[in-house]
């Protein structure tokens, strides 16, 4: 266990390494709407630090209601902050109407899973009081697209909570999941799984999560999900397993839409397309279908 640990470090290490370069170019490069409100870097629980901040987009002239989609970034669990999904979250406000609610949270491994996902569940207290939210969209990318399944489940289940120690206290509705290029199951002794549980003796270790918990088709037949759109696109290499928990889906029940980009000389249906390059037309289309499921 502990050399599988050595190699996750080093995979970590190169991966935020190959990400960081990536996205700096990206977020250098990006132009975002004029016609977007920014409410940013909001502290949602003391102390005041970063993994702890959220931003509100909204259309210009309209006010935040009672209903917002609340975004959240991937990054393999180790890796990302709220900025990186700004341009598509700001996308999604104004071309909705419904505001988007941006939120940062504590990364692996200086938080277990059961931390990542308490941090979530504390920026939904926050916007539900100070707010007035009690209807929410989840959105995620990549492990963003995972934990965005994972609330919608967990929202629905308090014994599933009390398993892996995750508390909330606002009573909110969970009306769609969405989902883009979702990471979907894992591998408890590889990159990123290995994070999931602290080791023992650590700050914050000992949390046992269930291995249920790391395929979310276990999770999924037994919480359900409210309707639920999935992104992913033919050069994603996650898409073998967004088709899978489509398929799983349509078998459970669960209405479900999806999208399925193909790549073309204007641009190439990566992992996160929709994130990384939202002018494409392949990631409008894509939007587009996200927002149809979050107004049903």
């Not at 491994?109 to 989840?138: T, W, Y």
């Not at 120690?165 to 883009?180: A, P, T």
Request: overall charge negative.
């Amino acid at each position: 266990m502990l050399f599988a640990r050595f190699i996750a470090e080093k995979q970590r290490k190169a991966f935020i390494k190959n990400c960081t370069r990536n996205d700096s170019v990206r977020l250098a490069a990006e132009v975002l709407p004029s016609n977007c409100e920014a409410e940013c870097d909001i502290n949602y629980e003391a102390p005041d630090i970063p993994e702890h901040r959220l931003d509100i987009y909204k259309l210009a002239g309209t006010e935040v209601g009672d209903t917002a989609f609340f975004l959240i970034h991937g990054g393999a669990f180790v890796y990302g902050y709220k900025e990186l999904d700004k341009n598509f979250g700001m996308n999604l406000a104004v071309f909705s109407g419904i505001p988007v609610v941006n939120v940062n949270y504590h990364l692996m491994p200086e938080k277990n899973l059961s931390g990542v996902l308490n941090d979530l569940c504390m920026a939904i207290d926050f916007i539900s009081k100070q707010k007035g939210i009690r209807k929410i969209h989840l959105a995620g990318d990549s492990a963003g697209g995972y934990l965005a399944v994972m609330l919608g489940c967990l929202l629905r289940d308090k014994e599933i909570r009390h398993d892996i120690g995750v508390f909330i206290k606002s009573d909110v509705e969970v009306v769609s999941v969405n989902s883009i290029c979702g990471l979907y199951e894992g591998d408890r002794k590889k990159f990123p799984g290995i994070y999931f549980t602290k080791p023992a003796g650590s700050e914050d270790g000992d949390v046992e999560i269930p291995e249920y918990i790391l395929d979310l088709k276990r999770v999924i037949k037994r919480t359900g999900l409210p309707r639920t759109c999935l992104v992913t696109g033919d050069k994603d290499f996650l898409h073998e397993t967004n088709v899978k928990m489509r398929d799983f889906l349509i078998e459970e029940g669960i209405p479900v839409k999806f999208y399925d980009a193909i790549s073309s000389e204007t641009g190439t249906a990566k992992h996160v397309y929709a994130i990384s390059d939202p002018a494409w037309q392949e990631s409008h289309s894509a939007l587009k279908l996200i927002i149809e499921n979050a107004k049903g």
